[in-house]
């Protein structure tokens, strides 16, 4: 196997978390492949080293442009999903504990930080890069560095949700708030939704979405039941991983991915939902 396709599903890893839409990640793997070939490889000891560093050089540059897209965006803008195993994104080693790298909330809070903020963060965070290293991506010192990732964890904290790390618990809390949406049980919606719950839509103006969050137990509670009402007829909920935990995508009447929807537990109830719809981010969807 090539020395390039062997790292890919790493490459891939560290440009989806850096940019956030696999699309982008896409580019910034073929962009890095075009910078091996031309590469002096007589001189590359190490390959997987080599390449993080060019795809993290790629992804911060891409970065500026890829946030000015996403400053016009018609309505919340929210990760590519990664449904099923994600791809070739290499998960926790704990098979019971939830990736929390590439959690769809996370991802979205990530949106906060600067470019250098989030590119340092989460090579040395996530992949334990070394500052050092780090510092000729950026164009930094590693002692900025070191600052942009502290500020960075700090902003994190933050914003991000309370978040389980156990899947079982996870999955447990989304099977019960399934039974209530499915059985129309406003209550036992309410009930299994934290007070400060937000649920958030992408439709990116190409399907119907709120355009800002509901926030409220009883809130989202109503909005889930009157979209089960419209929709339910004739939908299909497949239980799947969405972004490393737990999660729902729903098929319309003809087999179709309609929507995909991540979710945020902790202490037992539901924090955040996160649903996407936009087709443009659905497309490589398959269940």
């Known amino acids: 196997m090539d020395e390039f396709e062997e790292h890919r599903g790493h490459l891939w890893g560290v440009a989806y978390r850096i940019l956030g839409t696999a699309a982008d990640a896409d580019d910034a793997v073929q962009e890095t ?41 018609v309505g919340e803008w929210l990760p590519e999903p990664l449904v099923g195993d994600g791809g070739p994104l290499p ?26 903020e989030r590119t340092s963060l989460v090579l040395h965070d996530v992949f334990a890069m070394p500052f050092e290293e780090i510092a000729g991506i950026v164009g930094r010192t590693p002692g900025a560095v070191r600052q942009l990732a502290s500020r960075a964890r700090r902003r994190v ?8 790390p156990d899947r079982a618990a996870h999955a447990e809390v989304l099977k019960a708030f399934a039974a209530a949406a499915t059985g129309g049980d406003l209550p036992g919606l309410v009930a299994v939704l934290d007070p400060g719950v937000v649920w958030r839509a992408d439709g990116g103006g190409e399907a119907s979405a709120a355009l800002v969050p509901v926030t409220g137990a009883d809130r989202v509670a109503r909005v889930v039941a009157g979209l089960v009402a419209r929709w339910y007829d004739g939908m299909t909920a497949v239980f799947t991983d969405v972004n490393g935990a737990p999660g729902i995508v729903l098929l319309d009447a003809s087999g179709a991915v309609d929507s995909v929807l991540a979710f945020t537990v902790a202490d037992g109830r539901i924090t955040e939902v996160d649903v996407v ?10 269940v």
């Open 277 to 286: 719809r936009n087709p443009r981010k659905l497309a490589r969807v398959a």
């Open 91 to 116: 998960g926790p080693e704990d098979a019971t504990v939830l990736d929390e790298s590439v959690g769809m909330a996370l991802l979205a809070v990530m949106e906060r930080l600067s470019p250098a």
């Open 157 to 164: 904290q933050d914003y991000a949700p309370r978040r389980t």
């Open 33 to 73: 492949w075009l910078r091996w070939r031309r590469a002096d490889r007589a001189n590359v000891a190490d390959a997987r080293a080599y390449l993080t560093t060019a795809v993290s050089r790629v992804c911060y540059d891409a970065l500026a442009s890829v946030r000015a897209r996403r400053e016009s965006y």
